[in-house]
């Protein structure tokens, strides 16, 4: 809301302007942009966006919401705004996640359509909720293919680096995301608005810093002293007021964005003469049904002068009007918490809460139950309980794991109180996710066996069964695979028994994860049964659960083409239901099977991503976002693994996980071995197979025993450890390179070879090159002078290096074949090689180039100069036909 | 963000014109780098123009090598390194 004189000329906003034109430009063409304006309050991102969209509106259509700044904001209603100016029908009868998502499908549809141009504006970001910020995400992730122009305006000063928002922010990026910041006026631009006014321009850009809307309050102001903070200009402009047009300013200050007439008239009568002065003052922005002020940052100063005897009842005035007359819940709920009304509180909090959790905005249903329980103690007990219990819930969706723990504790103890042991349960083994979510063992222990421990006293039901399954899901990660498969059996019984799916859909994923664990590929079908259930009963927590858990174990197993198929479709199940949390955990769970395929540049990327989104939630999937950034790092001879494995063990430790605590161990002895620091890989190696006797983990067990193997003789030659590595141990390196090769996994097969002779070595050499490892290269390199070998080239392959994108000649090679359509079993014919290894150097072409499809790569190639436009003469096609 | 010491080679020697194409050539890097949050500080090369040695300020070592293919740069090595200046010590 500002008051932007029409064709006024705004100062210094020519660059941004240029660029919203740019990206309108784009979008007629079909090529949609999502821009972000961001400066600090009272810059002028309103006026700027208001101008850009009157320079276009003959031919422009123009939607515009606005996020509210209540102290809890109602969940989606900017986009409930935006769409109301559209045709897209709003079923607001049964307002859901399901009826959500339809919206945000209907809204983007409505925006491809391509004759039509469209601008979004959606202003305030800042004080988004939970669901408009998946709106935005959503139509971010999509916009490039429509002919829109979604632009959104926020505060970058109103938050720190945990905050949801900036969080999605974050996830926001690629070339059709814009990023606008609005800079503070030059001293020369307050000398041009300052130029009548008799004020000393210089003194004025140094009080206000270049703020525009502090600029104009002083301007406005009238005397000898210059107010020294834009509250002081506001509350001085506001002085000068008759004590009619004051009390109405005072009123309007009560509500974020605007006030009703209508509700004013209830408030304080007849006040149309006071708003013409407050309006002729410039105080209050005077509309046909509504009043407001013209910048946030006045409402506020307003707001804040009001003595405190006097807001409470002034509030608590607003809320019985908005009552008679009928309002919203968060409005209620906003007025009733600013009024101190318990009773209000107490009956409208958890409605709003429940109206908030059913559109997916979890942060905000926890604030209305955060703002409910501060009044508890007037409830009867056992509604004290239930209300902790749901504020705990929903806390636990917005990932605030802390609060949400110590309000399920608290529920606990007032369910112990009133001896209702199913209740108690019931929440213990909430409590015990959460602990798990933040790494303590110890307390994720307690709660499950208290909980079993209460439940057994009672006759046998569904959430014994449930209790059982969490027990088998902390026994699982820990490796104690016997354990698993009792309470996972335990579980799956009661729950078929019980017709709990949910229950049992999750017993099955920890019992198919044990088996899969100890390398048991049976595991699958529990796992697949799991997923197939969810799926019938649209249990999306478990069908999401079962795609992660099948993942992490098809990675760790390094079963790839599972894991690839697993991670595509589960990646694609989460993002069309909007549950982001658990695809950006399966990308972390991704990340070490791109480290094994090689795919090093693709995996740091999204390993330094992920990291950001990581700080508050999941410790797993920390865990393995560090230790496989810092094997980028060791292995590529980088700075900065170091710190990453520290902070790894530390988390890991904790947990008991020995999947984690072993491949933590095992970076730390790789890091020793690259290092020369024998003793070093020695005492790592050992504290990782500390943690796993007595387990069956063939694969971490073969790594580390690998490991420990460079440091000291193992005798005997162990035998329940994977196939490869069992191989390398016992001296067989040809026939491990070979094992490693079928298994797509480079590095490791440069490890075997490195074993080998001098044929052997050169061979890993030029592996270790393409992949830029370059420690374990050196070593090699040194080797083969040992060995008294000629020719040992000095760095990676010249050939390699004089191509702009690092493609060897062979890729080059395929790559120009590629450019002329050529499948991959024609180039396995016309290059006398096997389709798989055609496979591997397509996958290596596309990491390279950095692209996702063969499309794409000759696309970059033709861009790069790597493939010259119009090149033939390798194929020996006649230049007639190709022109 | 971190300061990094990156060592390259160029077996044929590295040639960048004195020209306005040249100049061109350093602002391209330069907006590239930008992109990726990495700043090039200076560079020192070696008279057979075939290593140089350059200093970079980025946030993490894959952001510096992102940058570096962006430039059609080669990477041998990357090294931490802080500033040590003798005239720091009185």
Same mark, same amino acid.
């Given at each position: 809301?500002?008051?932007?004189?029409?064709?006024?000329?705004?100062?210094?906003?020519?660059?941004?302007?240029?660029?919203?034109?740019?990206?309108?430009?784009?979008?007629?063409?079909?090529?949609?942009? /999502?821009?972000?304006?961001?400066?600090?309050?009272?810059?002028?991102?309103?006026?700027?966006?208001?101008?850009?969209?009157?320079?276009?509106?003959?031919?422009?259509?123009?939607?515009?919401?606005?996020?509210?700044?209540?102290?809890?904001?109602?969940?989606?209603?900017?986009?409930?705004?935006?769409?109301?100016?559209?045709?897209?029908?709003?079923?607001?009868?049964? +307002?859901?996640?399901?009826?959500?998502?339809?919206?945000?499908?209907?809204?983007?549809?409505? /925006?491809? @359509?391509?004759?039509?141009?469209?601008?979004?504006?959606?202003? %305030?970001?800042?004080?988004?909720?939970?669901?408009?910020?998946?709106?935005?995400?959503?139509?971010?992730?999509?916009?490039?293919?429509?002919?829109?122009?979604?632009?959104?305006?926020?505060?970058?000063?109103?938050?720190?680096?945990?905050?949801?928002?900036?969080?999605?922010?974050?996830?926001?990026?690629?070339?059709?995301?814009?990023?606008?910041?609005?800079? +503070? /006026?030059?001293?020369?631009?307050?000398?041009?608005?300052?130029?009548?006014?008799?004020?000393?321009?210089?003194?004025?850009?140094?009080?206000?810093?270049?703020?525009?809307?502090?600029?104009?309050?002083?301007?406005?102001?009238? =005397?000898?002293?210059?107010?020294?903070?834009?509250?002081?200009?506001?509350?001085?402009?506001?002085?000068?007021?008759?004590?009619?047009?004051?009390?109405?300013?005072?009123?309007?200050?009560?509500?974020?964005?605007?006030?009703?007439?209508?509700?004013?008239?209830?408030?304080?009568?007849?006040?149309?003469?006071?708003?013409?002065?407050? =309006?002729?003052?410039?105080?209050?922005?005077?509309?046909?049904?509504?009043?407001?002020?013209?910048?946030?940052?006045?409402?506020?100063?307003?707001?804040?002068?009001? +003595?405190?005897?006097?807001?409470?009842?002034?509030?608590?005035?607003?809320?019985?009007?908005?009552?008679?007359?009928?309002?919203?819940?968060?409005?209620?709920?906003?007025?009733?918490?600013?009024?101190?009304?318990?009773?209000?509180?107490?009956?409208?909090?958890?409605?709003?809460?429940?109206?908030?959790?059913?559109?997916?905005?979890?942060?905000?249903?926890?604030?209305?139950?955060?703002?409910?329980?501060?009044?508890?103690?007037?409830?009867?007990?056992?509604?004290?309980?239930?209300?902790?219990?749901? @504020?705990?819930?929903?806390?636990?969706?917005?990932?605030?794991?802390?609060?949400? $723990?110590?309000?399920?504790?608290?529920?606990?103890?007032?369910?112990?109180?009133?001896?209702?042991?199913?209740?108690?349960?019931?929440?213990?083994?909430?409590?015990?996710?959460?602990?798990?979510?933040?790494?303590?063992?110890?307390?994720?222990?307690?709660?499950?066996?208290?909980?079993?421990?209460?439940?057994?006293?009672?006759?046998?039901?569904?959430?014994?069964?449930?209790?059982?399954?969490?027990?088998?899901?902390?026994?699982?990660?820990?490796?104690?695979?016997?354990?698993?498969?009792?309470?996972?059996?335990?579980?799956?019984?009661?729950?078929?028994?019980?017709?709990?799916?949910?229950?049992?859909?999750?017993?099955?994923?920890?019992?198919?994860?044990?088996?899969? =664990?100890? =390398?048991? @590929?049976?595991?699958?079908?529990?796992?697949?049964?799991?997923?197939?259930?969810?799926?019938?009963?649209?249990?999306?927590?478990?069908?999401?659960?079962?795609?992660?858990?099948?993942?992490?174990?098809?990675?760790?197993?390094?079963?790839?083409?599972?894991?690839?198929?697993?991670?595509?479709?589960?990646?694609?199940?989460?993002?069309?239901?909007?549950?982001?949390?658990?695809?950006?955990?399966?990308?972390?769970?991704?990340?070490?099977?791109?480290? %094994?395929?090689?795919?090093?540049?693709?995996?740091?990327?999204?390993?330094?991503?992920?990291?950001?989104?990581?700080?508050?939630?999941?410790?797993?999937?920390?865990?393995? $976002?560090?230790?496989?950034?810092?094997?980028?790092?060791?292995?590529?001879?980088?700075?900065?693994?170091?710190?990453?494995?520290?902070?790894?063990?530390?988390?890991?430790?904790?947990?008991?996980?020995?999947?984690?605590?072993?491949?933590?161990?095992?970076?730390?002895?790789?890091?020793?071995?690259?290092?020369?620091?024998?003793?070093?890989?020695?005492?790592?190696?050992?504290?990782?197979?500390?943690?796993?006797?007595?387990?069956?983990?063939?694969?971490?067990?073969?790594?580390?025993?690998?490991?420990?193997?460079?440091?000291?003789?193992?005798?005997?030659?162990?035998?329940?450890?994977?196939? +490869?590595?069992?191989?390398?141990?016992?001296?067989?390196?040809?026939?491990?390179?070979?094992?490693?090769?079928?298994?797509?996994?480079?590095?490791?097969?440069?490890?075997?070879?490195?074993?080998?002779?001098?044929?052997?070595?050169?061979?890993?050499?030029?592996?270790?090159?393409?992949?830029?490892?370059?420690?374990?290269?050196?070593?090699?390199?040194?080797?083969?002078?040992?060995?008294?070998?000629?020719?040992?080239?000095?760095?990676?392959?010249?050939?390699?290096?004089?191509?702009?994108?690092?493609?060897?000649?062979?890729?080059?090679?395929?790559?120009?074949?590629?450019?002329?359509?050529?499948?991959?079993?024609?180039?396995?014919?016309?290059?006398?090689?096997?389709?798989?290894?055609?496979?591997?150097?397509?996958?290596?072409?596309?990491?390279?180039?950095?692209?996702?499809?063969?499309?794409?790569?000759?696309?970059?190639?033709?861009?790069?100069?790597?493939?010259?436009?119009?090149?033939?003469?390798?194929?020996?096609?006649?230049?007639?036909?190709?022109? | 963000?971190?300061?990094?010491?990156?060592?390259?080679?160029?077996?044929?020697?590295?040639?960048?014109?004195?020209?306005?194409?040249?100049?061109?050539?350093?602002?391209?890097?330069?907006?590239?780098?930008?992109?990726?949050?990495?700043?090039?500080?200076?560079?020192?090369?070696?008279?057979?123009?075939?290593?140089?040695?350059?200093?970079?300020?980025?946030?993490?070592?894959?952001?510096?090598?992102?940058?570096?293919?962006?430039?059609?740069?080669?990477?041998?090595?990357?090294?931490?390194?802080?500033?040590?200046?003798?005239?720091?010590?009185?």
């Amino acid at each position: 809301m500002t008051d932007t004189i029409p064709g006024m000329h705004l100062l210094e906003r020519q660059g941004p302007l240029e660029i919203l034109n740019r990206c309108l430009q784009e979008a007629r063409a079909g090529s949609g942009k /999502l821009v972000l304006v961001a400066a600090e309050a009272g810059l002028g991102k309103s006026s700027l966006v208001e101008k850009f969209a009157a320079d276009h509106r003959r031919d422009v259509r123009t939607l515009w919401g606005a996020c509210d700044g209540f102290a809890t904001p109602r969940a989606l209603a900017p986009v409930h705004e935006i769409a109301a100016q559209t045709s897209v029908s709003r079923n607001t009868d049964k +307002p859901d996640e399901e009826s959500r998502d339809r919206l945000f499908r209907a809204l983007l549809e409505d /925006l491809a @359509h391509p004759q039509r141009v469209t601008v979004i504006v959606l202003e %305030d970001l800042h004080w988004a909720d939970e669901a408009t910020l998946d709106f935005l995400l959503y139509i971010g992730r999509r916009i490039q293919r429509t002919s829109a122009v979604f632009i959104a305006t926020y505060r970058d000063d109103e938050f720190s680096g945990h905050h949801p928002v900036r969080l999605a922010l974050g996830e926001l990026t690629g070339h059709h995301v814009v990023r606008i910041h609005l800079a +503070p /006026l030059s001293p020369a631009a307050v000398e041009v608005l300052a130029k009548d006014s008799g004020r000393d321009a210089a003194l004025l850009h140094q009080i206000t810093g270049g703020n525009p809307f502090f600029v104009r309050e002083v301007l406005a102001s009238v =005397g000898e002293r210059v107010p020294q903070t834009v509250r002081d200009a506001v509350i001085a402009r506001l002085a000068r007021c008759s004590p009619a047009a004051r009390e109405l300013a005072e009123f309007v200050s009560l509500s974020p964005s605007k006030t009703e007439s209508w509700l004013i008239e209830s408030l304080i009568g007849e006040h149309q003469a006071a708003l013409d002065e407050a =309006g002729a003052r410039g105080v209050l922005l005077a509309q046909t049904d509504w009043v407001g002020f013209r910048h946030e940052l006045a409402r506020l100063a307003v707001h804040s002068a009001i +003595p405190p005897e006097r807001v409470r009842g002034m509030h608590e005035g607003v809320l019985q009007a908005l009552r008679k007359h009928g309002s919203n819940l968060t409005r209620l709920v906003h007025h009733a918490t600013l009024a101190n009304n318990a009773a209000v509180i107490l009956e409208y909090a958890p409605l709003a809460a429940k109206e908030a959790a059913r559109l997916g905005a979890h942060r905000q249903a926890a604030a209305h139950l955060n703002a409910a329980l501060r009044y508890r103690t007037t409830l009867a007990v056992p509604l004290q309980a239930a209300l902790l219990e749901r @504020h705990a819930i929903e806390c636990g969706l917005a990932n605030q794991t802390r609060d949400a $723990i110590a309000s399920a504790t608290a529920a606990d103890a007032v369910w112990r109180q009133l001896g209702d042991a199913e209740a108690q349960s019931r929440v213990l083994c909430f409590l015990s996710q959460e602990y798990r979510t933040v790494g303590d063992k110890v307390g994720a222990d307690e709660c499950v066996h208290r909980a079993i421990a209460l439940l057994e006293a009672l006759p046998p039901g569904a959430s014994l069964a449930m209790a059982y399954s969490s027990r088998s899901l902390l026994a699982v990660n820990r490796g104690w695979n016997q354990e698993t498969m009792e309470f996972g059996r335990r579980a799956l019984a009661l729950a078929r028994e019980f017709g709990d799916h949910a229950t049992e859909a999750h017993a099955l994923c920890n019992i198919g994860s044990a088996m899969l =664990g100890t =390398g048991d @590929h049976a595991g699958y079908e529990p796992l697949e049964r799991s997923l197939a259930l969810a799926l019938e009963h649209k249990l999306e927590e478990y069908a999401a659960r079962a795609y992660r858990s099948m993942l992490f174990y098809a990675v760790l197993i390094h079963d790839f083409a599972r894991a690839e198929r697993l991670f595509r479709e589960g990646v694609a199940y989460c993002e069309e239901r909007g549950i982001f949390s658990h695809s950006a955990y399966m990308r972390a769970y991704y990340l070490p099977y791109e480290l %094994d395929r090689g795919n090093w540049t693709e995996a740091g990327r999204m390993a330094n991503e992920l990291m950001r989104s990581f700080e508050i939630t999941g410790v797993q999937q920390r865990i393995t $976002i560090l230790a496989t950034l810092a094997l980028i790092r060791l292995r590529r001879g980088d700075p900065g693994a170091d710190p990453l494995l520290e902070e790894a063990f530390e988390l890991a430790l904790p947990t008991s996980e020995l999947n984690r605590i072993g491949r933590v161990a095992s970076a730390c002895a790789e890091q020793a071995w690259l290092r020369g620091d024998s003793d070093e890989v020695a005492r790592e190696a050992t504290i990782g197979l500390g943690y796993l006797s007595g387990h069956t983990a063939p694969w971490i067990k073969g790594e580390l025993l690998f490991w420990l193997s460079r440091s000291q003789v193992i005798e005997p030659l162990p035998i329940d450890i994977a196939e +490869p590595y069992r191989l390398m141990l016992a001296g067989h390196w040809q026939e491990a390179a070979a094992a490693w090769e079928g298994m797509a996994m480079p590095y490791e097969q440069a490890l075997a070879l490195a074993e080998g002779p001098e044929s052997a070595l050169r061979e890993a050499l030029a592996i270790l090159d393409r992949l830029g490892a370059a420690p374990l290269a050196v070593i090699v390199r040194r080797r083969l002078r040992e060995r008294g070998a000629r020719g040992v080239p000095r760095g990676p392959n010249e050939t390699t290096r004089a191509n702009p994108a690092g493609l060897t000649a062979k890729e080059t090679e395929i790559l120009a074949l590629l450019a002329h359509g050529v499948s991959n079993a024609q180039l396995a014919r016309r290059l006398h090689r096997s389709t798989k290894t055609i496979d591997h150097h397509v996958s290596a072409i596309l990491d390279k180039l950095g692209v996702g499809s063969r499309t794409e790569a000759v696309a970059a190639a033709f861009a790069l100069g790597v493939i010259p436009v119009g090149e033939n003469s390798k194929l020996g096609m006649s230049s007639a036909k190709v022109r | 963000m971190s300061r990094y010491l990156i060592e390259r080679d160029f077996p044929d020697g590295l040639s960048i014109p004195q020209d306005e194409a040249g100049a061109k050539l350093c602002r391209k890097v330069v907006d590239n780098n930008a992109e990726d949050g990495v700043t090039w500080v200076h560079s020192y090369v070696t008279p057979d123009r075939k290593r140089t040695f350059c200093i970079y300020d980025g946030p993490t070592p894959e952001s510096v090598r992102h940058a570096a293919a962006r430039n059609n740069l080669p990477i041998s090595r990357i090294t931490e390194v802080r500033v040590l200046d003798p005239y720091f010590y009185k």
